[in-house]
DNA sequence: GTCTATAGTTCGATAGAC
DNA sequence: GTCTATCGAACTATAGAC
């Protein structure tokens, strides 16, 4: 390896030890319990290039956002695509593919994208200005997608129905992404450890059943 | 009235005001972007007078948090026997005395509680510690009340599955706490205006549906 | 390109006058 | 009980050395 090639190698570390040592930092206490000291120092870089490489605190939390959002949906769209290619899918494994690549952030340790999914609930469901833009600039577009594939699979759900039962499901998700220990909590006897499997299956059955309950009259 | 009472109810309107300010403040961005400054700013109160009060920006915090919380509860618990004096309630009315308290505030003005169901929100979507153990102070004996209510209202729900159900229902109770308006955005055509029962009556259904499959074996 | 040093604000909290 | 004035610390951001 050139110097020049090993310059770069190591300057390409420093921005995504940045970046990994952000998601953590804004995971935590979101964008203004964070401190770009912090970040820095979880980094261990030196203040200064945080600046450097983002221009601002601003710009740094927006380009963690974004940076997993693309892999996330291309996910979510090739199981789209999976299952088109064996005739019309199901509600529910529709409905798997739009949940599957949120919820197994938190719980799938293998991809790393625990911190990404706590930053995930922040912004989601944050009303200000800022979270509102970076939700729609994400994740508005792959919402639409999954909302005609909603109302494709469920004959007679018009399509204000269709928005609510993906906000509703999109809802739950974000519940299930970052695990607070809740359930455990409110379980009176121990609880019993479950799989992502578990999870989705359940979680699944109860929003599938729920989206047909609104295609119904009454 | 007297020189001291009057003393005195201006004195408790100072507090009042103080605690209306950080309500709405602390709506806005959470503990971490809210200050002492602006809350006492919007209060017309000065700075001092938060830490005479309440002694430090986390117990402001912690009391406003807790403010409204027994209102809510209250209210639940209320319904519940209401129901109850009819003769065993139906998982739709249990559901809808357990969201109707805290969807109303940021969808009925009269209420006055849009700004506490923004800080809600943020509580109890929250991940760090400081959240977690706020929502469970104040909210965790009302939720094992109606999970021992929706299990008893569907047969075949065992705890465990009761207390999914719940925390799924709460998920999207927390949702449509405060609008973000992104319901309209994802429409294609005009959206049509939704009277709070409307949204209830929608909500209820997805949900009750849910349950009772979750009920089902498979 | 990366660092040190620090500017310029703004924060939560408090001391002390009245 | 309520105010003014301010402290010490922490913040984001930047200027300038290397």
Same mark, same amino acid.
């Given at each position: 390896m050139s110097q020049v090639a090993q310059a770069q190698a190591v300057r390409?570390?420093?921005q995504e030890a940045i970046l990994d040592a952000a998601e953590m930092?804004?995971?935590?206490?979101?964008?203004?319990?964070?401190t770009t000291r912090?970040?820095?120092? #979880?980094a261990e870089?030196?203040?200064a290039l945080i600046h450097y490489y983002f221009g601002s605190k601003e710009a740094l939390?927006?380009?963690?956002?974004? #940076?997993?959002s693309e892999a996330i949906n291309a996910e979510r769209r090739e199981k789209l695509k999976a299952l088109h290619?064996?005739?019309?899918?199901?509600?529910?494994?529709?409905l798997d593919a739009l949940l599957r690549p949120t919820v197994a952030l938190g719980h799938d340790p293998a991809r790393g994208g625990a911190h990404y999914a706590r930053l995930l609930v922040h912004v989601a469901?944050?009303?200000?200005?800022?979270?509102?833009?970076?939700?729609?600039?994400r994740y508005d577009a792959i919402a639409r997608l999954f909302i005609d594939e909603i109302a494709a699979a469920v004959p007679g759900l018009d399509r204000q129905a269709a928005v609510h039962c993906y906000l509703n499901a999109i809802a739950i998700a974000i519940s299930l992404m970052a695990p607070t220990g809740r359930a455990q909590k409110l379980m009176k006897g121990p609880a019993?450890?479950?799989?992502?499997?578990?999870?989705?299956?359940?979680t699944v059955r109860f929003i599938a059943a729920g989206i047909r309950a609104m295609a119904a009259p009454g």
């Open positions: 390409r570390d420093a930092v804004f995971a935590e206490n979101g964008f203004h319990g964070a912090a970040i820095a120092e #979880r870089a030196n203040p939390f927006e380009t963690v956002f974004a #940076r997993r290619a064996e005739g019309p899918p199901s509600l529910e494994s529709i469901s944050g009303t200000d200005e800022r979270s509102r833009r970076m939700t729609g600039e019993e450890a479950e799989s992502l499997n578990d999870i989705l299956d359940r």
